[in-house]
């Protein structure tokens, strides 16, 4: 049963934040005045090969970069030195996979074996330093195993998630060219078993660039059939391999490309650098995790995400911490006591995960009957992030636990948290709906249209003065324009998060929106426009509209508007269930778009621009203004139907 906590109440909205704000602030001012000092400081907790010659390399900003000349290996510094250290017996992943019945512990000693191993198929295969290796993989050890092998001979991996189908893997494919693919049979998702080989051979069919080799880990409810010449069994390339050593690799050289959603269908791929992200990742998980090497550390994300990148493969390995890569959902495998098994079981420290998978627990379990059930005393506190964490859902598990629940803002560009309570300084009071305050080196502003910067309670866009701190991105993949256009060209000086909020008189931040076509749906982040690229290539369809509309559990789901071609006249039913599935097919199922409605038109400006903005408002059944540049309002009674059809807005009276 569960042991008492010296918990202190539930948070209130408290006031008092600067004068409790001591520590952080005093380190937070340094690391934006002496930057190259306090990053050195930071950077010297970890193992080069060769000592960078300047800390920040502005001569080509806004490209800035870190640790400019110096040498290490992520790798390393993640598995190797920890062995040198005496930690080989300690346990550096725990699996544990309730769909599979199933729980694997490898410590750091048997890590540095498979990861040198798994290095060496690789290099057997023909990757060498800077090529590209993707990796499309389920909630499998092996995932973390070939990320680390790409780090050890500075491969450059980019890890695509599960949850994308065919055509989303082929872009990602034709846009970094990688040598091999490593992938497993198949995917486990609550009861169904998903074959992951198929979606590969479709997408490597699709792609233009086609790599030389696939890797493919056998997995027992469903083996791949292996394409003769171009695949290899996983565990025959590893029987076959030599250990490689770690290969020290430029700090600047890219560890990762990590795609996300744009504006567009073309997603953004993100790159990390070494020796930026290494020591970024490891001041976070002291300062903002407040996490001791030894303990249990874990992330209830996917790998194919940047939590999951940041914060169940690399943070805690670099920190000497044991990582959980679990394979199992909130509810359902097998009930909403899941994640407290796993604490239990795992005696986990801290535990990270994204609000939608606690309302999941709540819808199922409100009482928190499960919870009570378990021995949660190790558990220290709960970070959450990926999405706006609702004060309802963050309350709630604070009653429910009884330790802090600390909501924290990052992006995948960012690789981790902008703003965030740095419980491993000081743990700050904390304001329900905010995620505190901005973690050093992130020069957190609110600007306005003009770009001047906006005064506390104005809300405005969110942006960070460059230099951005280590960690972040350098660049986009080979897209140096596309890069300056996405993020630094609107406010010159300054990098534009896309997101809209404000901050109050003691500095807190409040993020409140996107400013772009994102959508936020489960704590995966989408592209509206991806969506309408998909619908907008069905036969049938003249025009469309995409929008986020408000969901319970999901935070968001994407809805469609559609206007048909003249002329056609096929049951409307039967158009709606073919854009469903074509979305699903070539986005994924990860997409969760199962909203669309058939209308004669779209709201639209007098120059063309299709309202969106409007039709959101009337579905979420917020006030709005008719805009007075609309060429026609009569429309928007129709939308209003059509969306009171599919069960959203319906009260009809909200225009202001
Ligand atoms: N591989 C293949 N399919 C996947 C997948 C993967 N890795 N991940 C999700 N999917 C599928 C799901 O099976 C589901 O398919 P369905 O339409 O056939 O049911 C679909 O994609 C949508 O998945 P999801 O958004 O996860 O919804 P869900 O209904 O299965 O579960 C939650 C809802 C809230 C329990 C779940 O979203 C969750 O746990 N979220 C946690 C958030 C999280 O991890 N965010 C990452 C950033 S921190
Ligand atoms: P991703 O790149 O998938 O991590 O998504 C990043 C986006 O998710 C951010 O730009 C925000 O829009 C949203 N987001 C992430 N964390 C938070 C948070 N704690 N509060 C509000 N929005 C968040």
Redesign the pocket.
Known sequence: MRKSHSYRGPSKPAGGGRRTMGIYRTIYERSLEQPEAFWAEAAAALHWDKPWERVLDAEKAPFHRWFAGGRLNTCYNAVDRHVAAGRGGQPAVIHDSPVTNSRRVVTFAELLELVSRFAGALVRLGVAKGDRVIIYMPMVPEAVVAMLACARIGAIHSVVFGGFASHELATRIDDAKPVVIVSASCGIEGAKVLPYKPLLDRAIEQASHKPKHCIVLQRPPCEATLIRGRDVDWAEAMAAAHPVDCVPVEATDPLYILY?SGTTGQPKGVVRDNGGHATALLWSMRNIYGMKPGEVFWAASDVG???GHSYICYGPLLNGNTTVVYEGKPVGTPDPGAFWRVIAEHKVSVLFTAPTAFRAIKKEDPEGAFIRKHDLSSLRTLF??????DPDTLLWAEAQLGVPVI???????TGWAIAANPIGIEKLPIRPGS?TVPMVGYDVQILDEAGKVLPAGRMGAICIRLPLPPGCLPTLWQADARYQQAYLSRYPGWYL???AGYKDSDGYLY?MS?IDD?I?VA???LSTGAIEEVLASHKDVAECAVIGVADQLKGELPLGLVVLKAGVARDPAEIRQELIAKVRSEIGPVAAFKLVAIVSRLPKTRSGKILRGTMKKIADNSEYKVPATIDDPMILNEIADALKELGYGGAGANAA
């Not at 959450?384 to 964490?389: D, V, Y």
């Not at 909501?407 to 560009?413: A, F, I, R």
Request: glycine share 10%.
């Open positions: 996300t995400w940047v939590v959450l992030a990926g999405e706006r964490c909501d924290h803002w990052w992006q995948t560009e995620p998060t896309g997101d993020i996107r994102v936020n704590g995966h982040r």
